[in-house]
């Protein structure tokens, strides 16, 4: 199903061109009623599929079905499956697995067994291996969605145990002890890191490969630049001050890494993690390095690497670097380095390795100025002349924006921000 939250992220839409814009155009219009407060329930979604093609109505139907469950259980006002007259009784596995995925969502799932799925529908074909396919680390957690992965798979989770949200790393199938070795050594990070900032370990990797840490539900930094973006300035300056409290929280958690030898190495927007509430998590510590303990030289992204991180492991300047990259993103929407082709080259460890100094950011003018050369310091291709903290770069950026609109309250606050080292600004 296009709208399954397992295969899919949240929000997946049919594939693009005119044969499909009617069915997206339902899509929309069951999102825009339900934001509207008008609600529709069970035995109106059909009606969402009126005029679509015949051979077309069907899989919108079940779509449609995917997406209602998903907002129902989402707001307290759960749906089941039987609750919808256009199935007549016909669920097929991947609704039901829909409908299992809703349930241990937040805020307001409630967790079912996968031996409810299995005596309410008995003879659906493929349904013990559609919920087994869901399910992690013995059955204690739920993939809800894959949300990104590298050397590992990545989904936001659901831990069924404790009731509370995780992000799950998996070692590859038949990778060896490789990427085991990887996420046991990423546990061990994070379990000597204990900062509001940081993701708290929930449980290290078993025979299975699971790696679980504990997460706040909301959207990458990375999507959230893009969805500025496509709303314009207007909507670009009304987050500068938020844009400005993730930058000093992402320091903050890395002024506490620091101090304790251990620095990030893969910096970037899809690596922070925002909630509506405030709280900002920097994420994936999968190629964070230790003295005598850290992934080969070379590992992490090369559009966002710090040149030196071609021949050796990440160190705090790395992330100072990292930081620049956040920055720069924020600033203009993305990385400063592009590849000439829109491909990664064949040599980029070389063309990294040698890259020059890159010029100052253009900021939209909702941006104070002095953000450019600030952006431009951290990105210096020799570490020594970039800012010698995460600390220093936060009170640089922090300054930028009090001098653009007067004291800033969190630089009065600037202790609380870094109470790991003791420091005051």
Not at 194 to 212: F, K, Q
Not at 295 to 303: D, F, I, K, L, V
Request: charged share 25%; proline share 9%; net charge positive.
């Amino acid at each position: 199903m296009i709208l399954s939250l397992l295969r899919e992220p949240a929000g997946a839409r049919p594939a693009a061109g005119a044969t499909h814009a009617p069915w997206q155009a339902a899509l929309d219009a069951l999102s825009t009623a339900w934001r509207a407060g008008k609600r529709p329930g069970p035995a109106d979604i059909a009606a969402f599929a009126d005029g679509l093609p015949d051979a077309h109505r069907v899989p919108a139907e079940h779509d449609l079905i995917a997406a209602h469950l998903r907002l129902s259980w989402s707001e307290g006002d759960g749906q089941r499956l039987e609750h919808y007259p256009s199935l007549r009784g016909a669920a097929t596995a991947s609704l039901a697995v829909d409908e299992f995925l809703a349930r241990h969502a937040d805020p307001s799932g409630d967790g079912p067994d996968p031996a409810e799925f299995a005596a309410r529908f008995p003879d659906t074909p493929g349904l013990a291996e559609a919920l087994g396919a869901c399910l992690a680390g013995g059955g204690r957690f739920v993939r809800l969605r894959r949300i990104g992965g590298g050397l590992s798979a990545v989904h936001e989770g659901r831990d069924r145990r404790e009731r509370q949200s995780v992000i799950l790393k998996e070692a590859p199938p038949g990778g060896g002890t490789g990427g085991l070795a990887l996420l046991l050594r990423e546990a061990r990070i994070l379990s000597s890191l204990n900062h509001p900032s940081i993701p708290r370990l929930v449980a290290a990797p078993g025979p299975d490969g699971v790696l679980a840490t504990a997460m706040h539900p909301g959207r990458t930094l990375g999507a959230h630049l893009a969805s500025a973006a496509r709303e314009g300035f207007a909507e670009q300056a009304k987050s500068a001050e938020t844009l400005r409290l993730v930058l000093l929280r992402a320091c903050s958690a890395l002024s506490h890494a620091h101090a304790r030898g251990i620095a990030h190495g893969d910096l970037k927007a899809d690596h922070l993690l925002l909630a509506g509430d405030g709280r900002v998590s920097v994420i994936d510590w999968g190629l964070a390095c230790r003295a005598g303990d850290h992934p080969p030289a070379g590992s992490g992204t090369p559009e966002t690497m710090a040149p030196e991180q071609v021949d050796r492991p990440a160190d705090a300047r790395s992330d100072v670097f990292g930081l620049g990259i956040l920055l720069h993103e924020i600033l203009t929407g993305a990385p400063p380095l592009r590849w000439e082709s829109g491909r990664r080259p064949a040599d980029w460890p070389s063309r990294v390795a040698r890259q020059r100094a890159f010029p100052p950011p253009r900021p939209a003018a909702c941006f104070p100025r002095p953000l450019r050369s600030i952006c431009a310091r951290a990105l210096s291709p020799q570490p020594a002349d970039r800012h010698a903290s995460a600390e220093e770069f936060a009170l640089d950026v922090d300054a930028a924006f009090a001098t653009a609109s007067g004291p800033s309250p969190l630089r009065r606050m600037w202790g609380r921000l870094f109470n790991s080292r003791g420091r005051r600004p």
